[in-house]
Structures are given as C-alpha cells and as structure tokens.
C-alpha cells in the first residue's frame, strides 16, 4: 500500500514538475496575448529557432555560456523588433484570425531561417544539470525525481515571480496592461505602442529561450521541439489566455494528469496516450468553462 | 435543399468544358512521361480535394480547424480495412463509405465549434489530428495486425477492370475530384453555402434570421470531413500506394491549411491553385538548386529555404491580399477583361479616328 501510494506521489511529483516545462513555453503565450490580444502561434518555433541559435552560439563559435545566452537573447530582442514592425504593425487593424495567420507563418520564417543557420541534426545541449533522479530525495522521501524537473520548477516560478511583479507594480507593467485593454486610448493618452509590443516580444523571445533551454537539456534540440509547445496549447485553454498564473496552473494540470493517465489507464490501450490526452482534456474545459480557470470571462458583443 | 444545376450561366458551362478537355484530352495526349502523373498531377487532385475540405469549413463556414489530415488518415484507412474486409462494396462503394467514415469523425470533432471559435476551437481539432492517428497506430486490427508499419495498399479494382498504370489512376482521382467538386460548387451556391457564409459573416446575425448554427456548422465539418477522407483515400491508394499514419502527421494539416490560405479562402478554384502552388514549389526550386547552382546547395538547406518562403508569403499576403491567388487571378482578368471588350475596343477605335 505504502509502495503504492509512493508510486503514484513519485508520478504526480514527476508529472507536476514536467508540467512546469509547459508552463514556461506557455507563458510565452500568454504575454503577447495579454500585452496585444494577439495569438502568436510561432511561440514554439520561437523555442526552437532561440535555443537553436543559443546552441549554435556556443557549439559552433566555442562561445561561453553566458555570452551565448546574452546573444541568444538579443538575437530573440531583434527578431521581437522584425515582427514588430514588418508583421504585426502593417495588421494593427486586422480581424484576430488574419494575424493568427500571419503569425503561423512567421512560424514557418523561423523555422525554415533556424534549420538553414544551423543545420537540421539533434544537438545535445548540456546544461551541467543530468536529467536522473536526486540521491538527497531518493534516500530520504524514497520519491525519484530529476534534477533538471526540479531546475525547470525553479526557474519557471523565478519567471513567474519576475513577470508578475512586472506587470503589477511597474509603470511598464501598467502601460502593458493598458494597451492589452484597448491599444487606441492607450496610446491617444501616449503610451508608445511600438516601445510596449517591442518590450513584450522581445520578453516572450527570451522565455521562449529559457524553455527552449530547458527542453532542449531533456530532448535534444530538434525540430520535434516545435510540436511539443503545440501542448502549450491546451496548457492555455485550462489555465485562460490572459492569465500569468493561469498558465502555471494549467501547465501542472496537463502535466500531471497526462502522466497519470499513461502510467494508470495508458497500459490498457497500448500507450503514449499523452499525445492526445491533453487537447482532449481542453475539450472538456472548453464545453463546460471556455475561458479557462483564471481567465477573463470571453464576452462578444453584437 | 433546392438542386441549382439550373443556375449554371454560359461562363460557368465553358469553364467547365474548358477543364474537361484539358484534363481528359489534352493532358493525356502530351504527357506521356510517368513522373508528372505519378509526382504531380496525381497528388494535386488528392490535395485539392483535401483543401476543398478545408475551404468548406475555414473558407466558408469560418471556423478555424487545423485537423485535415487526421480525418484523411481515417479516410485512408477505412478504404484500406473496407476493401480487405467487405470486398463486395467495390471500389466506388469504398470510398463513398470511407468518406462516410471521416464524415462521422468530423461531426465528432467538430461539436466543440458550437461552443468555442477561433483558436479555441483549432486547439480541439488538434485533438482529432492526434487522436485518431494514435488510433491507428496502437490498434492492429485497423492495420490488419501487419507488424512492418507501413501496409502496401491494395491495387484499384472499378467493375473487374484493374487501374493500375498512372494514366487509369490518373483518370480515376480526375472522375472523384471533378465531381465531388462540381458537388461543392453546387452547396457553395445553393442554400447550403449560402448557411455556411451567413455563419462566417456573423453567426449571431444568421442565427437571428433563423438559420440553425448546430445544423450549419455540423453539417459543414462532416462534409469537410467527408472530402477528406475521400482525399486521403485517394492519396493513399493512387499516390503513396501504401498506408503508414505518419503519412498525415500534422505536417500534413499544415500543408493542407497553407493550400487554402495562399490559394484563396472562400473558392473553390482558390484549392486548385494553392495546392499547386504548395506542390509545385518545391520541385521548382530543387530543380532550380540541380540546374543553376549544380547541387552546391545541400537538399537540407533548400527545403529550409522552401519553408521561410511559404511563411513569408503567408505574411505578405495576409498583410495585402488576405483573399489569397483566387483574388489575385480574378484582379488579374478583370484588368485585362475590362480593356479587352469589344465595347471598349470599338470606342478607342472611334476616339483614335477622330484624333487622325
């Protein structure tokens, strides 16, 4: 029993942590969608084109680690700038799904723009951090998890804690908050449009670098990096569009339930049912709370 | 349902013949190399197909959905457990019930549109996308307990007679595609597709004047699915000519969704020019890095440039011309039409004799 009951603490554990790694590429999401009501579907390619370019920094050139991610970083800042103004800019008055679009195709810009800087093979990215479980906590808790689950917890609540405060308690934060609530008067009454959608993308291109990290020490750096943050889809849909916590919540609630259902109920149909399990999960949010748990109520006027 | 053959116009019917005879005689007689139908012409009509699909419930009942290809794979894969299982359906039969097969998918999947919109509801048809190629995938019997993952699909049997060459297999996606086409065109016309764009234009308006959104929308996912799955089958049996769920990974969705989008969203011809477009490119630019620049290119490479333009002209014409190549052909012949008609010529004709 007291065996049992460990196993299912040790999935929950593993799969609330594996969650966090949702979370990080879903926050993404969710910044430019709060700071622009704009959904940008290339998140995950911008995971994949950022840690790809962070790996070519530092496997190609021998640059260290930390001048890697400063460049990564400003590479994601220059790509923020392009879109800004070749993309989102010229569709300031288009319908929501034009720029959805528009923005699948910048998707397939950086994807396309990442394989040909630096080649389509799997890269190993080694953080200094093994993806193998903790002896203090197997020897303690007897619960087995891995030290990069509990690094990608530790730095997904850092962003969290950083970005919350961010947009709680900062003039930046309230001008976001502003022009994510109607971008005409924010910016009749002088908020710089550009400066904030500038801001906001370069910071989703920078967590989409710290996911993409993240990810990339489990995986590999590959292509297939790119339909993982299509999970950070459903993470949204649970936890609400516009919401910083929500995202979190979500991401814990799709990682959890998806590893619980593949150890418990997977077996029975032969497996690897969390390739779809999530987007069914959403399904039933969406019938019974469209809006997500913390997002704001979806109203639409006639 | 009014039937509205009758409101054919004299444009429409000689576009039509036009087609006809470029398809069935003059493509026959001057192509006779294997490789354009077997790499181009086959997969185009399959394709086009699909994106109809996808046209009739983006294009024209507005709903986003990023799940062809799954509903292609449950049209494939019917086709192929249809022809093992029940042989007496007969080739023509199978894929009608195939189609049917997908159809019942569509209205599966596509409940959730009465609830949700926009990226809402793309996310749920992301789950037919996973679901039913995971389906496939993990129970034998749908692949006939065959352990190598990839199944030969059985050769085309019409009334005893085999379609096997590339040219029969040709004519048989040209009979599907044409006149599932013609079909669509009709609903696209008629009170169906008069519903559907009620739907995309404003549903709480077309709701209002007492056109059912459960009935349209359902309705428009299982015809879209429909023609799916006949497109998968199709794909499947006269152009893969194997069966492997990998076939329509989600890759292909995309495909699938950037044919209706670049095409023109909203037509039917839109389908055809945009799945050439998406097929053609490709092959235009790998024989252009063989030929110009002599395979100094790597393959990798090119295909990665492929993609940076399919995304960048996604982009572009989102930005200028959001009704996609449809549009840009029809501004096309309304500027040479309109200086080309006899009226036109007759009065440049008579404002030059009065200048000399």
């Known amino acids: 029993m007291v065996d049992e009951l460990l196993f299912f603490m040790e999935v929950l554990v593993g799969g609330l942590l594996a969650g966090t790694m949702y979370s990080l590429v879903a926050l993404g999401f969710v910044l ?53 103004r070749l993309v989102l800019r010229p569709l300031m008055n288009a319908s929501e799904d034009t720029v959805l679009m528009a923005t699948i195709g910048l998707g397939y810009v950086l994807e396309g723009l990442a394989q040909a800087a630096w080649g389509v093979e799997v890269r190993r990215l080694d953080l200094g951090i093994g993806d193998f479980p903790v002896p203090w906590i197997a020897d303690n808790l007897k619960l087995f998890i891995s030290a990069l689950d509990i690094t990608a917890g530790l730095v997904a609540a850092i962003m969290i804690i950083g970005l919350f405060l961010l947009f709680k308690y900062t003039k930046i934060g309230l001008g976001l908050r502003a022009v994510a609530d109607d971008a005409g008067a924010a910016s009749s009454i002088g908020i710089p449009l550009k400066h904030i959608m500038l801001l906001v993308w370069s910071a989703a291109g920078v967590v989409a670098l710290v996911a993409g990290m993240m ?52 077996p029975f149909f032969g497996g690897a049912i969390e390739g779809w399990a999530p987007y069914v999960l959403a399904i039933f949010f969406l019938l019974y709370r469209p809006e997500g748990l913390f997002g704001e109520k979806i109203i639409r006027r006639v | 349902m009014k039937p509205v053959f009758m409101t054919y116009t004299k444009k429409d019917l000689i576009n039509l013949a036009v087609c006809m ?65 029940v042989p007496e359906l007969g080739f023509i039969g199978s894929l009608a019930v195939s189609g049917l097969i997908a159809a019942a998918f569509g209205i599966l999947f596509g409940l959730p549109s009465l609830k949700v919109r926009g990226i809402y509801l793309m996310v749920a048809t992301l789950a037919s996308q996973f679901f039913i190629i995971w389906m496939i995938d993990k129970f034998g019997w749908f692949k006939n307990y065959d352990s190598s993952g ?56 077309a709701e209002s004047m007492g056109v059912s959104l459960l ?142």
């Open chain 1, 32 to 84: 430019i969608f709060k700071a622009s009501a704009t959904f940008n579907f290339s998140q995950g390619a911008m995971v994949f084109f950022s840690v790809l370019a962070f790996c070519g920094f530092m496997q190609d050139f021998n640059i260290p680690f930390v001048l890697a991610f400063i460049l990564a970083a400003l590479l994601m800042v220059v790509v923020g700038l392009c879109t800004e």
């Open chain 2, 21 to 85: 005879v470029l398809s069935v005689l003059i493509i026959p007689t001057f192509i006779k190399t294997e490789y354009w139908y077997t790499s181009i012409l086959i997969p185009w009509l399959c394709l086009a197909l699909a994106t109809i699909g996808q046209q009739i419930v983006m294009g024209y009942t507005g709903q986003l959905a990023l799940g062809a290809a799954g509903f292609m794979a449950a049209g494939a894969f019917a086709m192929f457990n249809l022809i093992l299982r």
């Open chain 1, 215 to 266: 990810w990339g020490a489990r995986a590999g750096v590959q292509f297939a990096l790119v339909d993982l943050a299509l999970k950070a889809l459903p993470v949204l849909i649970i936890g609400g569009f516009s919401s910083i916590p929500g995202a979190i919540v979500g991401g814990l609630i799709i990682g959890a339930t998806e590893k619980i259902l593949e150890v418990y109920i997977g």
């Open chain 2, 150 to 205: 990839i199944i030969t699909a059985q050769d085309i049997v019409i009334l005893g007679k085999p379609f096997t060459t590339p040219l029969a297999m040709y004519f048989v996606c040209l009979a599907v595609t044409a006149v599932l086409t013609l079909l669509a065109m009709n609903m696209a016309r008629g009170s169906t597709g008069r519903n559907w764009m009620a739907v995309r234009d404003m549903d709480i308006a």
């Open chain 2, 215 to 356: 009935k349209t929308k359902v309705q428009a996912f299982a015809i879209s699915a429909f023609y799916c799955g006949v497109a998968g089958a199709l794909f499947a049996f006269c152009y893969l000519k194997s069966l492997e769920p990998v076939a329509f990974d989600i890759k292909l969705s995309f495909k699938i969704l950037f044919m209706c989008i670049l095409g023109g969203l909203g037509t039917i011809n839109g389908a055809f020019i945009g799945a050439a477009f998406i097929l053609l490119f490709p092959v235009l630019l790998n024989s252009v890095g063989n030929n110009v620049f002599h395979g100094a290119i790597d393959a990798t490479i090119i295909s990665s440039i492929e993609q940076v333009i399919f995304g960048l002209l996604m982009i572009i014409f989102m930005i200028y011309e959001p009704l996609g190549m449809a549009k840009l052909w029809e501004n096309l012949k309304q500027k040479f039409g309109s200086k080309l008609t006899s009226s036109n010529i007759k009065n440049l004709k008579s404002s030059l004799s009065k200048k000399f």
